[in-house]
């Protein structure tokens, strides 16, 4: 398990528990793999179930240790999934950007998510794969600039503009548009990303924007959501936290910090 | 010398139970079959049943090795064991226990399922064999003591080489047999008998015998060691990637050597591979790990892998020729793991390794399609091949999937979940004060011990010790993968209790795998103490301290649970389900939507329960045991068909869809069970252990066979041949039961009809719509229909008695259904007679509007509306018969004129369509048909708005009215039709008495004027076939005709009527009948004539407007109707 190199300061420091979903091959673990070890290639550990790793996340007023479950992604192991996403307080609902399936299964994913899971849950919807589409080579100078020095606010909004210029991409592998995506995570209420695990593009802006996203009230507990809420119940363990999160209206208030992971 | 019994013998094998019943199947796990329980203790296939069993003693000779191998104490302990226990026969197959387990139809459950021997467990437990009936050679029956019964067999054990040793020793070994003489005798035979039968076998036994490294082992290297080079030194069989690769582990450390002397020890004193007899040194020596060359072999004969290979040896290599070349999703899936399983070991970075990998999961994924490919798989194959051969592997994987470890790798994964849910139980049980510090830290321990299970430790630990896991597991069953489990959180209980999360949780238990080689008691002073590993003390705790948990724990907790994980799984399947269900699903709110859902796996399930049964039935009754033809696949009393338990069938047949249907629908629910049902239902009562299952069959409304459920199973299917998915249900429900729309339900019914999709419906359809709508209504609206209030008030200033009841007038509204789509039909082809026919109908039409307003004499085909006597017998023979019309006393002439308008509507030289928008102006034009599209058509359909059980209450079901029945239970029906009868209360009448009987029959001269015409139809089709030119032929004469085939009617249209089941019984009306009616007629004047001019005067109203519609119905757009209506309910 890897650690930030982030210098310890003694901000507050709550973990977050955090699920990756999505269509098998979308790039679940090239991701997780892109947040906590900053590299991509093969992963040689077969996922069993899910994998489990953990990556700090130094905000300017606190730190946030995300636990991240890295969930199988063949379709048979979808029943599993309530188990893993069980208390989590935020997931990563994956996509592939050339494969129009996959969104709507990302889709079920997140309506099942938001009918069973914690309450308040941070969404965020992920289109992976950007590196094989148009913009993706584009953007893809532009992003270790923004990753450095610029505020999340800032990369979001960039983000955003960006979107309005990729809408029409043509002659490469992007088969889900962004508009089509970004209009219906905006629907739900989710955050919205584009990433590529391959060339690093917006995959640690994907979770500084959600540990801004995180609620302080569900941080206050250490692991707030359902923390004693006992039997492991499949499916069925709603916890009792009743901290409710509209995250159509807080989720770009809250991205204003910063990310130095 | 057993002659003298013989007879006696087989009179008694009458009467045994054993020789004549199958061992009872039940459909439920639950209950596992003594068989089930049979072959799991002796690891058999599951073609294998219990035949035979009887107390006896095993005596084993004094070894004939043991002479040169010194040590007199062992010499003592092994000379001439005995072994007392009990001796199974089945097919193929004789098994002896030291356990007390028995198997006998007339043994108690608990003398099956209690083991208490040293395993605890199924699987090969205690001393004892499992040899096939193929492996002996020879039985002899030892003259002793006058009482024991002695049988001396002879086995093939090392005798099947080409060459035999001239020092060769036979294996022979001695049984005593218990039990009465009978009982010695009837075992003898069917030993004999089994003993014939697997002879032809001995072939096979050679080829798998060959693969086995032991036979090398004896004689290979023996001879290597004599002759230094013979023809008998032959290359060793394939022990796996590990000759190639090297096995996983230092081979000095793990003692390889000396355990393979001892194991060719073992085997020398005590048979080999398929004739290996188990003393309590095969047990040791398995605990203490297998050597690696014989790895393979041994978990073959433990886990029973071995005997199905010995079926079918053939099976791996045939199933890879016959796919060779072709794809699946499983292969897709399999490519992509390929170059993750166990990436760490040399071989599996070869092309090799790689290979057989595929092939076998690949072989696998073809044998059984259900399971097909799952992750997890491929790191246990992965492990196995570096022991096993290819074909070695594929069927130790069968005999992982079926048995072992059950539904952990099926498309629910429910026997993953399963035994996580038991693991914890286990957990709480037997340490609660961890378990309540996992709770209480929110940590949960499936996510830490699901891939144990899964993956069989071979992930979580270092490969050596994930195999030394194996061993035991392949012997001992399924319960050592918990006690390991248990073991290592007992172990390392007093750090986990410092656990805040499931990170530190993972962590902890990740550097205890990882030092698993090291001193368990580092700092200890002896030195003893010290050299026993981390692993040793791990499988110490899990065997001794956890040597209560066995297979009887395993199995009681797996059913206490099990419901609750299948329903959860369920329910996640469920809303997955329904939420992919599409956009036209979103017109049916979740809740019907979730009924929908739960009535169409119902019916599946519930189709599958009974063909299983049926099934059992059939082989039952042919009172053979039928070896199953696939050797391997699920075992054949699973459980099936809960969508929580893997891949259920997805689509419905027609018959299935009936059923749906008659649960969703009243009308689809049949008259009266049909013969052929009834019979089925008869036997399955006869079923042992039906119990439940029949009861719920039973309590099933049965359901009907109409043309028109045919077409609506046509409609909503995509593909009517492979069946009807879940989501074409929805998809036709949702177009019936989304928003109202009158509109489109109207629409949806044409197109029902609209064969060709042209947009238009022939006169047969016609006929056919008219008929449905008949079937539709056949059981009342249930207030979804009510006649206006204008018509009751008229109604209500006449004689109360006369009211008819909804459906009365709905039969009316039918009747004048077909007589407007005659009227306004198009004909098919304009520039022919037709047209001018049409026209005349058309001025007939037109005439008789301005003829008849204000007057009473609207003719309908079915005369229901019409207020005079006449019409109930002129119902039929209106159009057709002209004399007896002309009998009539009211407008003769007012009834010839439609009878001439009518007829060239019918005639089939004339063929005539009618289109949507006539269709719709057609039924608007009718308050009742309005009503009927409206609410009714779609509200029959019965969601989450509607108790649907009342349906399945028999009260109800003998309130059903029929058509068979129709006479008897007529006020019934009124009163379930919800509409008001006011006079109906007066109970039953007979049909021919007053005015009930009139009624009556009016109803069945409804459906007789649909067979009549159909019959018509059906008589000029073959007189234009007869004779195409005469087409001049005048009307008289047809009309003739018409009445004289009629004089047949009865018969003749019980034919025609092969349009559905409901009306055979009545197209029989008889003459009498008719002539009942007559009095009626006389019985009915009068008032009644009276009270019906009002409503008479409405539907004449309602047909001038039609008429004017009918004139414009192509600019008109037909929502205008509906003021129609209220304007005539305002005038009147």
Known sequence: MSESTSTNTPKPSSSVKLVLLGEAAVGKSSLVLRFVNNDFQENKEPTIGAAFLTQKCSLPTRTIKFEIWDTAGQERFASLAPMYYRNAQAALVVYDVTKPSSLTKAKHWVAELQRQASPGIVIALVGNKLDLTNDGIDTAGEAPAEADGESAADGEEAAGENQEEQDVASGDARKVPTREASSYAEEEGLLFFETSAKTGVNVVDVFTAIANAIPESSLKSGRGAGAGTGQTSLGSGRPADDSRVNLGERGPATAKEGCAC | MMQWTSFVQKAQSLIDPANFTLPTLTSSDRNPSKASLFRQQFRLPDSQNPLQEITAELILPIPHTSTSHGDATRNLDRAGNRYAGRLHLSERFICFSTQPTSFAPSASLGASTHWAGQTNGTGPSGNGFTIPLCCIRRVERLNSLGHVFSLALTTWNGALGKQQNPDFVPQRFTIQLAGSRQACERFCDGLKKGLRECMKEIENLRVVVNDCYSEYLLSGAKAKAQNGETPEARQPPDAGLGMMFRYPGDARKLRDRSKMRLWGEYFRENGRNATLIRQPTFHKLIRVGLPNRLRGEVWEITSGSFYLRLRSPKL?????????????????????????????????????????????????????????????????????????????????????????????????????????????????????????????????LSVVSLPWFLSLYINSMPLVFAFRVLDVFFLEGPKVLFQVGLAILRINGEELLDIQDDGSFISVLKSYFSRLDESAHPRSENPKLRAITRFQELMVVAFKEFSQIT??????????????????????????????????????????????????????????????????????????????????????????????????????????????????????????????????????????????????????????????????????????????????????????????????????????????????????????????????????????????????????????????????????????????????????????????????????????????????????????????????????????????????????????????????????????????????????????????????????????????????????????????????????????????????????????????????????????????????????????????????????????????????????????????????????????????????????????????????????????????????????????????????????
């Open chain 2, 316 to 444: 791996y290599t045939d199933t890879l020729s016959k796919f060779s070349g072709q794809e699946s999703l499983a292969i897709d899936e399999i490519e992509k793991d390929l170059n993750r399983s166990l990436p760490e070991y040399p071989g599996f970075q070869s092309e090799e390794g790689i290979g057989r990998l595929r092939r076998v999961l690949t072989a696998y994924s073809w044998i059984n399609a259900e399971i097909g490919y799952c992750q997890a798989m491929n790191i246990v194959v992965a492990a196995l091949l570096i022991y096993m051969s290819e074909a070695q592997a594929f069927f130790l994987l069968s005999v992982l999937c079926d048995r072992l470890l059950p539904g952990y790798y099926s498309t629910t994964m429910y026997g993953t979940l399963l035994d996580q849910k038991v693991f914890e139980s286990l957990v709480e049980k037997t340490m609660p004060v961890l378990w309540e510090h996992l709770t209480k830290s929110d940590v949960q």
């Open chain 2, 551 to 1132: 297979h009887q724990t395993i199995t009681e907790q797996r059913d206490k649970h099990k419901d609750a994980v299948l329903e959860s799984i369920e329910s996640f399947a469920k809303r997955t389900s329904i939420r992919n269900l599409g956009p036209d699903s979103k017109k049916l709110s979740m809740d019907d939507l979730g009924v929908i859902y739960d009535r169409y796996y119902e019916v599946l399930y519930d189709r599958q329960q009974r063909d299983k049964l049926l099934e059992e039935e059939r082989r039952r009754q042919q009172k053979k045991r039928v070896e199953r033809t696939s050797i391997l696949g699920p075992p054949v009393d699973r459980e099936i068909g809960r969508v929580g338990l893997g891949p259920s069938p997805t689509h419905m047949d027609y018959d299935a869809f009936r059923d749906f249907l008659a649960a969703t629908a009243k009308w689809a629910v049949a008259d009266s069970p049909s013969p052929s049902r009834k019979d089925s239902t008869a036997e399955q009562g006869s079923f042992r252990g039906w119990g439940k299952t029949s009861s719920l069959l039973n309590s099933k409304p049965e359901p009907a066979d109409h043309e028109f459920m045919q077409r609506l199973f046509r409609k909503w299917a995509t593909d009517p041949d492979e069946g009807i998915s879940l989501q074409n249900v929805v998809n036709g429900l949702a177009r019936l039961r989304g928003p109202r729309d009158i509109m489109n339900n109207i629409q949806y019914f044409f197109d029902l009809y609209d064969d060709n999709g042209v947009g238009m419906v022939d006169r047969e359809g016609i006929l056919r719509m008219s008929e449905a709508l008949l079937f539709l209504s056949r059981r009342g609206f249930d207030g979804t229909i009510t006649p206006t209030q204008s018509v009751e008030d008229i109604r209500a200033n006449e004689n109360e008695q006369d009211k008819l009841s909804t459906y009365e007038r709905f039969l009316g509204s039918v009747s004048s259904f077909i007589r407007r789509c005659f009227e306004y039909a198009d004909p098919s082809h304009p520039e022919s007679r037709a047209a001018e026919g049409q026209k005349e109908t058309d001025d007939a039409a037109d005439k008789l509007g301005s003829f008849s307003i204000g007057d009473d004499d609207e003719e309908d085909l079915i005369d229901v509306d019409d207020g005079d006597t006449k019409s109930t017998s002129s119902a039929v023979t209106e159009k057709p018969a002209k004399p007896e019309s002309e009998n009539k006393p009211n407008n003769p002439q007012h009834n010839r004129a439609l009878s001439q308008a009518a007829n060239p509507a019918l005639d089939p030289n004339n063929p005539l369509h009618i289109t949507l928008p006539t269709f719709r102006m057609v039924i608007l034009a009718d308050e009742l048909l309005e009503q009927f599209f409206d609410s009714f058509f779609p509200q029959s359909f019965r969601l989450s708005d509607h108790g649907l059980h009342v349906l399945a209450s028999s009260s109800l079901s003998s309130n059903l009215t029929t058509f068979s029945n129709i006479g008897a239970a007529k006020p019934q029906l009124s009163a379930v039709s919800g509409a008001s009868v006011a006079g109906a209360s007066g109970g039953i009448v007979p049909p021919g008495k007053g005015l009930r009987g009139v009624l009556d029959n009016i109803v069945s001269d409804g459906i007789r004027m649909a067979a009549e015409v159909k019959k018509r139809m059906d008589e000029a089709q073959r007189e234009l076939e007869r004779s195409a030119l005469s087409r001049a032929d005048d009307e008289e004469e047809e009309d003739d005709d018409e009445y004289d085939t009629r004089s047949g009617a009865a018969t003749a249209s019980a034919m025609a009527g092969g349009i559905s089941s409901w009306g055979a019984g009545v197209y029989g009306a008889d003459p009498e009948r008719r002539s009942v009616r007559d009095t009626d007629r006389d019985l009915l004047e009068g008032a009644e004539v009276v009270s019906m001019r009002g409503k008479d005067d409405a539907s004449l109203l309602l047909d001038d407007d039609d008429n004017g519609h009918k004139d414009a119905h192509n600019s008109n757009p037909p929502h205008d109707d509906p003021h129609v209506i209220s304007k005539v309910e305002f005038e009147s």
